[in-house]
């Protein structure tokens, strides 16, 4: 019997997995491949990368459907094949799963702007959130993570077609920000206060930030945002900045300085840690590491 996971986060702090879009790319996906193809045509890889994950200290892994919604398929021609791919991806990463780690549903942004930015309608979203929700759920995930998300109000579609199908599965919702001179905002302009408050009231469990920062700027956001939110905390940033060598987009943060701050998120309240674009399962062993030190 699995321990029931928001009672495990009230107890300590919980890893996640880092980053699987950078490790597929390692692994050799060329830029114009779908990702959430591979849960079909190269599971072993797939089921690989999460194993490695828990061999690091995951506690957590997020199953490779970022891109998992029809109307984000569908910009390869896939959207048919939606529920097939996601319920492919929750079953690669709970054949690697043991009964005391945990398999999140992964719920990204569909990469299409509602008004004034595009055409995409609040209901178009809903209902390609609310199929990618059922494909994962009827596979079984331990929890949904809604990540990545740069504009809230997209995010709330999502929070609203998972709640609307499951209304007590564990849900952390993480939005992505950057850092200005003013402070932290999403892409569309919103502040961590106003997401985390509108999220709350949505019945999501645990919210948080990932990707776009590096550690420390995501220190800077912890530091700034805790105490304004009653929920736990979620924080997964990136290993550094990219820089393009050789064509090749690379992430230069060593696992030992990302691990650093990776304490100081937790020494800051932040109730789960791991990581986003760049970090491997050296940088969540690194993690873990810290994390032991700390019992
Ligand atoms: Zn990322």
Request: proline letters at 4%; a negative charge; aromatic letters at 8%.
């Amino acid at each position: 019997m699995k321990r029931d996971f928001l009672q495990l986060v009230s107890e300590r702090t919980v890893l996640f997995d880092g980053a699987m879009g950078s490790m597929l790319i390692d692994a050799g996906m060329k830029p114009d491949e779908c990702p959430e193809l591979w849960n079909v045509e190269k599971s072993s890889i797939i089921k690989e990368i999460h194993q490695r994950y828990f061999d690091a200290g995951a506690d957590v892994v997020l199953t490779n459907t970022f891109g998992g919604t029809e109307i984000k398929l569908g910009t390869k021609g896939l959207e048919k094949r939606a529920e097939e791919l996601n319920k492919a991806a929750v079953r690669n990463a709970l054949s690697v799963c043991k009964t005391n780690r945990y398999v999140a549903g992964d719920i990204g942004p569909t990469g299409k702007f509602l008004p004034p930015v595009g055409d995409i309608t609040e209901g178009e979203l809903y209902q390609s959130f609310s199929r990618q929700t059922e494909a994962l759920l009827q596979e079984g995930v331990d929890m949904i993570v809604i990540e990545t998300m740069y504009d809230l109000r997209e995010a709330l579609q999502a929070v609203k077609a998972v709640r609307d199908i499951a209304s007590s599965i564990p849900l952390i919702t993480t939005m992505t920000f950057e850092k200005k001179k003013r402070g932290f905002f999403t892409l569309i302009g919103d502040t961590p206060e106003k997401c985390f408050s509108a999220l709350e009231n949505f019945g999501v469990n645990i919210v948080g930030a990932n990707c776009t920062l590096e550690s420390k700027d995501m220190v800077e956001l912890c530091s700034l945002i805790r105490g304004k939110t009653r929920l736990p905390l979620s924080f997964q940033p990136n290993a550094g900045q990219p820089v393009v060598r050789d064509a090749r987009v690379t992430y230069p943060q060593s696992p030992e300085a990302f691990a650093a701050d990776i304490d100081q998120l937790v020494e800051l309240g932040a109730s789960i840690v791991g990581g986003c674009c760049g970090t491997t399962p050296e940088f969540i062993n690194a993690a873990w590491e810290a994390l032991q030190k700390r019992i």
